[in-house]
């Protein structure tokens, strides 16, 4: 079942674990922050470090758990951590890629109680050419589930025409988004180089004019 808004906000202020599933990612973003360390398989074991293990063992109270990577969904750890502190009211939001076929999407899904889930935050990297319907899927096999999410944008302003027509069929769909223009000094995405962006004041109101 969804969770309320306020189980939602009693659930962020949580003590939270800010943890890496896995080094693996099915996406290669010319400005992934991580792009030099990235796998193809999710071989690394990073979900049951002896500390980290550790860690939830001894929790006192339940933690607000948020997966990036890589892409968490990857992790085949994944299952048997929540399996094993799912039941213990520990929660785990994710930072997806989106970028799913679904029936395997499913197959992940199938492993794991609804119910241990906080939220998806999912990143369609338009640059990396995901079909809009790939994550219009993704969030149906959510909904279906009663899992909460949204879709985030990370773009450069030339980008803001796609995104808008993408929010719109999106909004549409009943699938709630949000956008953040991308920052970071000497930074490149897609060919283009964004420089000395590192606030959001210093894009120019003509840049993010909607
Ligand atoms: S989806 Fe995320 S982790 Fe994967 S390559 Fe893109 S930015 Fe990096």
């Known amino acids: 079942m969804r969770m309320s808004k306020t189980e939602f906000i009693k659930m962020t202020r949580r003590p939270t674990l800010h943890l890496m599933a896995t080094m693996a ?3 290669r973003c010319s400005y992934c922050p991580v792009k030099n360390w990235l796998l193809k398989d999710p071989t690394d ?21 948020y997966l990036g990577g890589g892409e968490p969904l990857l992790s085949p750890e994944l299952p ?11 929660r785990f939001t994710f930072d997806t890629n989106g970028a799913f076929n679904r029936k ?4 992940i899904l199938d492993q794991i109680d609804s119910e241990w889930f906080g939220y998806f935050d999912i990143s369609h990297h338009i640059d990396q050419k995901v079909p809009l319907k790939t994550i219009i899927g993704t969030c149906e096999e959510f909904r279906s589930r009663g899992i ?8 450069r302003p030339s ?37 000395n962006r590192t606030l959001p004041g210093d894009y120019t109101d003509d840049e993010i004019k909607r």
């Not at 074991?45 to 933690?63: C, M, R, V």
């Not at 395997?104 to 197959?107: D, F």
């Open 25 to 27: 990612c099915n996406l």
């Open 104 to 107: 395997k999407l499913a197959k």
């Open 80 to 90: 048997h951590l929540m399996q094993s502190y799912g039941p213990k009211r520990h």
């Open 45 to 65: 074991e990073l979900l049951s470090d002896p500390n980290l293990i550790e860690l939830f063992d001894n929790a006192k109270e339940p933690y607000y758990i």
């Open 148 to 155: 909460n999410h949204f879709v985030k944008y990370i773009g």
């Open 159 to 195: 980008d803001m025409t796609q995104i808008d027509e993408n929010i719109k069929t999106l909004e549409e769909n009943e699938i709630g988004t949000w956008v953040s223009l991308y920052m970071g000094p000497d930074s490149k995405i897609g060919g283009d180089i964004i420089s």
